[in-house]
């Protein structure tokens, strides 16, 4: 599956913005989702998750309240709302597509090698 992101911007603290993710190819019913972020000299770092259903996610603490995880296999597109962001926040976005069987999502969610496909990735900047 290939996976185009966008949306990004640059937004000031306390703004929302919502990211997409749209796949192409395969049946992107068939794949779990998830969202990282990776800001320059720093790790990537897991930021949401959801099952092929959407019937589950799965949040960091850092964004939990803050960010919504959703998709619309209809449309083949997996979608990052995010309110009152912070310059914290500030990264490229990318979305990864995984095929898990459930007991393994539980386990292996967040774990950005676990995923097959990967987004180019959009930026965001939060700017104080």
């Known amino acids: 599956v290939q996976l185009q992101a966008s949306g990004g911007g640059l937004v000031q603290t306390g703004d929302s913005l919502r990211l997409s993710c749209k796949g192409s190819?395969?049946?992107?019913?068939?794949?779990?989702m998830a969202w990282f972020r990776q800001d320059p000299g720093k790790e990537r770092e897991f930021v949401a998750a959801?099952?092929?259903?959407?019937?589950?996610?799965y949040y960091t603490d850092s964004v939990k309240g803050r960010f919504t995880i959703s998709r619309e296999n209809a449309k083949s597109t997996v979608y990052l709302q995010m309110s009152n962001l912070k310059p914290e926040d500030t990264a490229v976005y990318y979305c990864?597509?995984?095929?898990?069987?459930?007991?393994?999502?539980?386990?292996?969610?967040?774990?950005?090698?676990?995923?097959?496909?990967w987004g180019q990735g959009t930026q965001v900047t939060v700017s104080s």
């Open positions: 990864a597509a995984g095929a898990f069987i459930r007991s393994v999502w539980w386990e292996s969610r967040a774990d950005g090698s676990k995923y097959n496909y």
């Open positions: 959801i099952v092929k259903t959407g019937s589950a996610t």
């Open positions: 190819g395969r049946s992107f019913s068939n794949y779990d």
